[in-house]
């Protein structure tokens, strides 16, 4: 007697893609009254409960399934993916590792082993399988994409971008699988060739919105303008729509409002708070700490930059500072370490230091838990190495963002945001998520231990021997088209002026740079490039400086520090973000008003003055090194008082029971 023929499940998978999930019920309940025991049809009954979100029912009809036909892939899948769902990516490894063991075939099972595998942590062993699936099935375009995107997370971004390039060229179709191979590619310093990959990601999706925000950024790196001022406002219009996938670091390069910001922020942090819930259930119930007003204050700093890093050159002195006071201190290093001298430095600052660069979310947000804080600071925001999802999780009863990103975090588990009164004005208060804790002088520490050496004679430097020089070392993505042509007026205007900035002599940066220059008019030949240096040799090229040019919409922070403590003078022009107006802050602070211009205007015509008074300027020179003396910006005995201040205000309120509330700290005579 012939096996009665298979059912036709077309209809079925029809009427679910439409949406009809009644017809879709009536019609499998006939089925399923003829064939009980049909694991397609049970399969398919699991389906339409996953559409319906009623994830038990879906679960039950799959483990039917798996009954009645232990050799179709499709339960064993389903059942693990259900499991990753609520965040056991153990159970996941253990049901595919057991369908693997009984002989189920199927490389999607084998690629949902690596990917439970990865989330899990235990990205060796996924790199392992999914390697195993490449040589076993070399045509399958996902098992590469698979594979290129678990090596990226790795840091092996030249493998990385080969898997990737593999998996493109046997199925070119997935926008996304175009901007992951950017993503390596960007990595790895190819920027024209990362561009490229998200050009070609939006050609074949145009609402692939990272690839958009990515592109932009790319644009601004390499000095590509062309186009730009498009690409912008179409960015600018997806982040006023709620379109997700775009990053907010990116974003503060763009000539966006601080609405704007906050509107990217918001729809950034949801998607992490997403990501977040699934490592949830992995994590035991958390309570936060109950304890007398009068108890030790237990403060966390998290970082990916505690090594040769902007964050830690901001922080290790304070941090020294903190460390014999009343605070608690406690390190987490997001980032292994790079074998440089500050890595050990800020790791004997703290009282406590922690290395979690190996933990995976749950286990770090595990980690931060058994620390007992009562605070913690995150010091990366949205910048690489973020752990957002880590403080969606809720590591501590306040959570507060500061220093590492001049934005809002949009987030509603972020409680904080430690300020200053110039960065953060009145006017803009309403465009920040958090509770705003102004400090009383610039929200910004420094080392005030670092000496300012000799740099090399300015030949060995690419200068002339004489003239003018105009820098701004910061990042090649601040240099927008606008800076640039406020940049070739002030050299128009001072013949004998050079144009000082980081960066490869023949990379990509510069060779856009001078091809702006001579469209503009300025010789190309005026715009030297300096490769970066170790920070104390960095630090000293600023003796050959005599005026930092700052830009905008996102200015010199760390960079403008550094130019001040070598006694540089800067000038800037401050916007409406908070990205714009960091170099105002350190120069208010130092009382050097002088310096902030009120346009764009202004900033040309102030730079050009300065750029014919030589005199003038050594004499700004002047007031600036004294300044840096007398003036609380590098004064880090008392921004360690007023940060335990701050500190002190926040946890008091949280102990007392009061929700965070906005405050200023008073100035403190000294």
């Not at 990385?160 to 790895?188: F, I, K, Q, T």
């Not at 760390?558 to 800067?570: I, N, R």
Request: proline content about 7%; glycine content about 8%; overall charge neutral.
């Amino acid at each position: 007697m012939s096996a009665s023929p298979r059912p036709d499940l077309t209809e079925v998978d029809r009427l679910l893609a439409r949406g009809d999930h009644r017809a879709a019920y009536e019609r499998l309940a006939v089925l399923l009254r003829a064939r009980p025991r049909d694991g397609r049809v049970l399969c398919a009954m699991g389906r339409l409960y996953l559409a319906l979100g009623q994830h038990a029912d879906a679960e039950q009809a799959y483990q039917r399934a798996q009954q009645f036909e232990p050799r179709l892939a499709e339960p064993w899948q389903a059942l693990a993916a259900l499991r990753t769902h609520h965040g056991d990516a153990e159970g996941a490894v253990a049901i595919y590792r057991r369908a693997i063991g009984q002989g189920v075939t199927s490389p999607d099972l084998q690629l949902g082993l690596v990917v439970a595998l990865a989330d899990a942590g235990r990205r060796d062993e996924a790199a392992v399988e999914a390697a195993r699936v490449v040589v076993e099935v070399p045509s399958n375009a996902r098992a590469w994409r698979v594979l290129g995107e678990l090596l990226a997370t790795l840091g092996r971004q030249a493998d990385a971008v080969a898997a990737l390039e593999r998996s493109v060229a046997l199925d070119p179709r997935p926008a996304e699988v175009h901007h992951n191979l950017g993503l390596a590619l960007d990595a790895s310093g190819e920027r024209a060739r990362a561009a490229q990959a998200m050009s070609a990601a939006l050609e074949r999706d145009p609402e692939c919105w990272p690839a958009l925000a990515q592109l932009v950024f790319l644009k601004r790196q390499l000095a590509d303008w062309d186009g730009l001022d498009a690409l912008s406002a179409r960015l600018r219009g997806a982040v006023r729509d709620g379109r997700p996938g775009i990053t907010p670091f990116s974003f503060l390069s763009e000539p966006a409002t601080p609405d704007e910001q906050l509107s990217c922020a918001r729809t950034w942090a949801r998607l992490r708070q997403l990501d977040a819930g699934r490592a949830a259930p992995r994590l035991a119930h958390w309570q936060p700490p109950r304890r007398p007003a009068d108890a030790p204050i237990r403060v966390g700093f998290a970082s990916s930059g505690f090594h040769n890093h902007p964050t830690a050159l901001l922080v290790v002195d304070l941090v020294e500072r903190l460390r014999d006071g009343p605070l608690v201190t406690h390190g987490f290093a997001t980032a292994p370490d790079d074998g440089g001298a500050l890595r050990p430095r800020i790791a004997r600052a703290f009282r406590h230091f922690d290395d979690v660069s190996t933990l995976d979310h749950a286990s770090m947000a595990r980690r931060m838990r058994e620390a007992d804080l009562d605070v913690v600071f995150d010091l990366r925001g949205y910048g690489g190495g973020a752990i957002t999802e880590v403080f969606a999780l809720r590591v501590a009863p306040l959570q507060v963002n500061w220093l590492a990103y001049p934005g809002t975090s949009g987030a509603p588990f972020i409680d904080y945001l430690l300020a200053d009164a110039w960065v953060v004005p009145p006017a803009e208060r309403a465009s920040y998520s958090e509770a705003v804790v102004r400090l009383p002088h610039a929200f910004q520490p420094s080392d005030a231990t670092r000496i300012i050496g000799d740099p090399p004679a300015r030949s060995q430097c690419g200068l002339p021997d004489s003239g003018l020089v105009l820098a701004s070392f910061n990042n090649g993505y601040k240099f927008t088209p606008e800076v640039f042509a406020a940049w070739a007026r002030i050299l128009r205007e001072l013949p004998d002026a050079v144009l000082w900035l980081l960066g490869a002599d023949q990379g990509e940066l510069a060779c856009g740079l001078r091809r702006h220059a001579a469209a503009s008019g300025v010789d190309p030949l005026r715009l030297r490039f300096q490769p970066k240096l170790p920070h104390l040799q960095y630090l000293a090229l600023y003796r050959h400086v005599d005026l930092f040019l700052d830009t905008w919409p996102y200015g010199a922070h760390t960079t403008a520090s550094d130019a001040l403590w070598a006694g540089c003078p800067v000038l800037t022009w401050p916007g409406r973000t908070y990205a714009s107006r960091v170099a105002g802050s350190l120069l208010h602070t130092l009382g050097l008003d002088e310096l902030i211009a009120g346009s764009v205007e202004d900033y040309v015509a102030r730079a050009v003055t300065l750029g014919r008074d030589r005199e003038g300027l050594g004499a700004l020179r002047i007031r600036v090194a004294d300044a840096r003396r007398i003036s609380p910006l590098f004064d880090m005995p008392r921004f360690a008082a007023d940060f335990t201040s701050a500190v002190r205000s926040m946890v008091g309120r949280q102990r007392a029971g009061l929700p965070p509330a906005d405050f200023d700290l008073p100035v403190v005579p000294r």
